[in-house]
């Protein structure tokens, strides 16, 4: 079945960690995107890439990484200098139609929790 | 700018009533719209979508949706709710290159 995956599930981060989230599609899309979820304030766009090797800022970029070194793959580094980190985070892909995003396919999720 | 705008952050309603939930938009072109539904620790699934023509559009679970360029508007309707509506709704316009998201509407069903 074609869809998106993340993992882990859950994650917990000591204080001064990175960590990485994985983000795997197999729905030959080229667009992919991060989010961030908290209560009350719905998804804020982190990164997103259009293109294998290029991606962009979206609006809260500061202290999270990303790299797009495959079409199947965008995967999240959120570092030490991300302050409040705890936070529900999607990933998703998309066709996109001359520049316009189509329908965004969301993967499950991870819940990363800092200690 | 571009934004979207979802006035009803928590909106309650009895089974077998009817529903509607409010989605305003600036866009400047003509605007790509969206309906997703959301699960508690869930990833986002599609309602349905507007990109032309017809401008009430039907979707999954039994929504629709009708587009309102005079009013700026993409509400969202169902006649009859079921428990299992419950769950937290997010409009969404296409953007260049990426999307702009209301915050959402969390509905709660009583039975």
């Known amino acids: 079945d074609g869809g998106i995956t993340q993992s882990p599930k859950y994650l917990f981060r000591k204080e001064g960690q990175n960590v990485t989230l994985s983000c795997e599609q197999n729905?030959?899309?080229?667009?992919m995107y991060w989010y961030r979820q908290d209560p009350g304030q719905g998804l804020r766009l982190i990164y997103y890439?259009?293109?294998?090797?290029?991606?962009q800022k979206g609006d809260i970029a500061e202290g999270y990484s990303v790299s797009r070194e495959k079409k199947e793959s965008f995967p999240l580094t959120v570092t030490s200098a991300q302050k409040n980190p705890t936070a529900f985070y999607l990933c998703?892909?998309?066709?996109?139609?001359?520049?316009?995003?189509?329908?965004?396919?969301f993967g499950p999720g991870t819940r990363l929790t800092v200690l | 700018a571009q934004s979207v705008t979802q006035p009803d952050i928590h909106i309650t309603v009895s089974e077998g009533a009817s529903l509607e939930l409010r989605c305003n938009y600036s866009?400047?072109?003509?605007?790509?719209l969206f309906w997703y539904v959301q699960s508690p620790g869930q990833g986002l699934q599609l309602l349905l979508k507007?990109?032309?023509?017809?401008?009430l559009v039907q979707g999954i679970k039994g929504f629709e949706a009708e587009f309102k360029r005079s009013q700026s508007s993409f509400n969202l309707r169902k006649p009859s709710v079921h428990w299992s509506d419950a769950a937290e709704y997010f409009c969404?316009?296409?953007?260049?290159?990426?999307?702009?998201f209301g915050t959402g509407t969390r509905l709660k069903v009583l039975a």
């Open positions: 998703a892909s998309s066709i996109a139609r001359r520049r316009i995003p189509d329908t965004q396919y």
């Open positions: 507007y990109f032309s023509g017809d401008t």
């Open positions: 969404a316009v296409s953007g260049t290159y990426k999307y702009i």
């Open positions: 866009y400047g072109a003509t605007p790509y």
């Open positions: 890439s259009q293109i294998v090797n290029d991606f």
């Open positions: 729905l030959n899309h080229d667009a």
